[in-house]
């Protein structure tokens, strides 16, 4: 039986992103492949091992280590695997007979200025490396793909398409079991919703000068609440983001639990994202799955991702996104429509289809 592992170390250190893409991959491969042989890596400082069905085991080799490659190298060959599953970019010298990687994006290569000084020298110094050490490469959306291609010259066929799913508790809920929520994170009864890190990337500079002209037309217009963490370069953008004016009506919420987050979509007047990339973007996914509408930038992978729903604006533009907003917030049969039809487009996006593409590409290679 081919021997499978996954690395899922990084789970110990942070959430969101990569680390929610390696939980929910492992619990649907549990569904899906109940007989499989299956490690899953955890970090020693782990609380969380992901899994009640398959093996787990215990690292010492941390993630984004300067020596990372040799020494994980090292900690895994003893498992004897045929095939190791790297989540987060970068796979280890040896240690499995053959290699995939994840790559959701190429931010560190467009962006450099927007990530830390030790993330940029961890995967911009490695991933060409990387890629070349992989036997197969999956990432997240058809975007991803062709940047792959275009900016480290993989060919096409190295290359599978998986999408990222949405959990299933993002959905239409009730007020009964929205209010408490929202009362409990001290929340107005309506608001625009940003959900993310808080860090230049995102371009939250641009939603926050469209919101001021968007609050000088309407001077009723609700509040705008920013959910996730603090990240790279917060302080400086919270000094630009003060001197725009419009302060007094912007609301931040960190480290909002998980489960309370569907609560915090479905009371959202709208979603925006107003990043100039995206490898792939959650929150508009999860927005839809939740019926609230999502407006997105043009750029990369967010077009993609929302299709026919909701609204796209030049990230660039913050006229434009006022306008988007204007457009979003006063029109109400458009709203019931894009409602169903972000309801429907969310439910193709399933973490039981992204795990049988993964199983695919390992069978491929077994």
């Known amino acids: 039986m081919t021997h499978i592992g996954i690395d899922a170390r990084l789970n110990a250190y942070q959430m969101g992103g990569i680390s929610t ?6 619990a649907a491969l549990e569904q899906l492949d109940p007989e499989g042989h299956y490690t899953i890596f955890h970090s ?6 992901l899994t009640t069905n398959f093996c787990s085991a215990a690292l010492w080799t941390p993630p984004h280590n300067r020596v990372m490659r040799l020494a994980l190298a090292l900690e895994v060959a003893r498992f004897r695997l045929d095939i190791l599953h790297c989540p987060d970019f970068i796979p280890p010298f040896f240690g499995a007979k053959r290699m995939v990687i994840t790559v959701h994006d190429l931010t560190f290569l467009h962006y450099p200025q927007y990530i830390t000084a030790d993330s940029r020298r961890y995967y ?4 060409q490396a990387a890629v070349q050490k992989a036997d197969h490469i999956l990432t997240v959306s058809e975007s991803a793909k062709a940047d792959i291609i275009e900016r480290l010259h993989v060919e096409s066929e190295k290359i ?10 993002f959905r239409p809920l009730t007020p009964e079991q929205i209010d408490p929520i929202i009362q409990k994170l001290d929340l107005p009864s309506s608001y625009i919703l940003h959900v993310g890190t808080f860090e230049p990337r995102k371009n939250l500079i641009t939603l926050v000068r469209a919101y001021k002209i968007l609050k000088a037309q309407f001077p009723d217009t609700p509040p705008l609440v920013f959910v996730g963490r603090r990240g790279w370069l917060y302080d400086e953008m ?8 419009v302060s007094d009506h912007l609301i931040w919420r960190e480290n909002v639990d998980h489960v309370a ?30 019926g609230t509408i999502p407006l997105v930038s043009n750029r990369a992978s967010l077009p993609e991702i929302v299709g026919d729903v909701g609204l796209q604006f030049d990230p660039d533009d913050p006229a434009a996104l006022a306008d988007a907003l204007a457009f979003a917030l006063t029109h109400n049969t458009w709203r019931a429509t894009m ?3 972000g309801l429907t487009r969310a439910a193709h996006f399933t973490w039981a289809n992204s795990a ?11």
């Open 356 to 366: 049988q593409i993964a199983l695919s590409v390992y069978r491929s290679l077994s």
């Open 339 to 341: 409602r169903q039809r």
């Open 21 to 26: 893409y390696a939980r929910q991959l492992t």
């Open 238 to 245: 919270m000094h630009d983001i003060h001197d725009v004016g």
């Open 160 to 169: 599978t398409v998986q999408p990222n799913g949405v959990d299933a508790n």
């Open 124 to 127: 911009n110094d490695q991933i």
């Open 44 to 49: 020693r400082k782990a609380t969380d091992l």
């Open 261 to 290: 987050l569907p609560a915090v979509y479905n009371k959202a007047a709208a979603l925006v994202m107003a990043s100039h990339y995206e490898g792939f973007g959650l929150p508009p996914l999860e927005a839809m799955a939740c």
